[in-house]
């Protein structure tokens, strides 16, 4: 017997967005992408995917009663906002990260979708890495004992505009958040303590900003591991993103991603294809398989992989990052 199809809305077609609408009309049968809500719609580009509405405002959306479930992607100060208002419209919630720059708004979030009996899944995309989640397995299996170690990179390719940092909520809030969770999701462990090392090395405007492009995060865990995580805003080579675990038996690692597995060897010498340039590319199953196992717990009516309180604690953490590289010392995450 067919599964009755999800019916779905979008909020926000930006970058993110478009990507989000473009994966589950074309990737997921048995989601109905009835409507896209965006403060400048382009209507060329919602008929070109076969959904048929296309609105300015938001309310379109939470005032369709056949929409069951709703993927915010708007900019991140309005997101404890929509989730609100689409929680009091009886919506199933994803959003996307941040919720919001302070632990305290993630909560209100989270409280307005528990009150209204939501599920709220946060787009953590990197927990649906095929690599990642192959390192976790190995971690949470034990092949590799009791893990002792683990190091994170995360450089992007290229600066972003400067006009993106003002609002962006800085390298630790934006940037390293996903690496907060990677961590959590990787050890199985809650991050208790934070020491951040920060400087700008690549673009001087970036702190007049406020902000800076090169960090250096040690953390311990619960469990007793250590843990670091590297952070770089241009690499120049490509979108580097790395993970390794090391534990009391073995180590296990998830290495960068190229277009091909190719090797040429030749007398000049031996060369292989750069890292994919950017998130898109880098974590294109990650994105899609986010968007399944949302519309599966909607469908089946079972909590989401990744919850608002996921969310809550690593923004918990970004919070210690950075305090630690305000005051240089070591801070408590509480």
């Known amino acids: ?97 941040p ?16 009150d209204a009996g939501v599920g709220l899944q946060i787009g953590f995309n990197r927990r649906f890495d095929p690599d990642f989640r192959a390192v976790r ?31 962006s909520g800085g390298l630790f809030m934006d940037f390293s958040i996903h690496d907060f969770d990677m961590l959590r999701f990787l050890s199985g462990s809650e991050v208790v303590r934070v020491y951040a090392a920060g400087a700008v090395l690549i673009d001087p405007e970036i702190e007049k900003l ?39 038996e073995g180590s296990i690692s998830a290495r960068n991603t190229t277009p091909t597995n190719t090797v040429l060897s030749t007398a000049q010498g031996v060369f292989s294809d750069q890292p994919h340039y950017s998130f898109v590319e880098r974590y294109e199953t990650a994105f899609v398989e986010e968007m399944r196992a949302f519309f599966t717990s909607v469908r089946d009516g079972t909590p989401p992989q990744v919850t608002g309180e996921d969310a809550q604690l690593a923004v918990k953490i970004a919070q210690a990052a950075q305090d630690s590289y305000k005051h240089n010392q070591p801070v408590e995450v509480v």
Not at 99 to 114: D, L, T, W, Y
């Open 1 to 97: 017997m067919d599964r009755k199809k999800v019916i779905a809305g979008l909020i926000g077609a930006g970058r993110i967005g478009k990507m989000h609408a473009r994966n589950i009309t074309t990737q997921l049968p048995d989601v109905f992408l009835k409507t896209v809500a965006d403060c400048e719609p382009d209507d060329k580009w919602v008929n070109s995917l076969g959904i048929p509405v296309c609105a300015e405002h938001c309310q379109v959306v939470l005032d369709d009663p056949e929409i069951e479930a709703v993927v915010i992607a708007t900019p991140s100060a309005t997101h404890v906002d929509m989730i609100t208002a689409a929680a009091k419209a009886g919506k199933q919630i994803f959003c996307e990260k």
């Open 99 to 114: 919720v919001a720059f302070e632990a305290e708004k993630v909560g209100q979030a989270v409280a307005a979708a528990r």
């Open 137 to 167: 397995d190995a971690v949470t299996s034990g092949k590799i004992g009791t893990p002792h170690i683990i190091r994170i990179t995360n450089r992007d390719p290229v600066r972003p505009a400067l006009d993106f940092i003002p609002d």
């Open 210 to 248: 406020g902000d800076i492009d090169t960090a250096l995060i040690t953390l311990q865990l619960a469990s007793g591991a250590l843990c670091i995580i590297d952070l770089s805003r241009e690499t120049h080579y490509g979108y580097d993103q790395q993970v390794e675990v090391f534990g009391s």
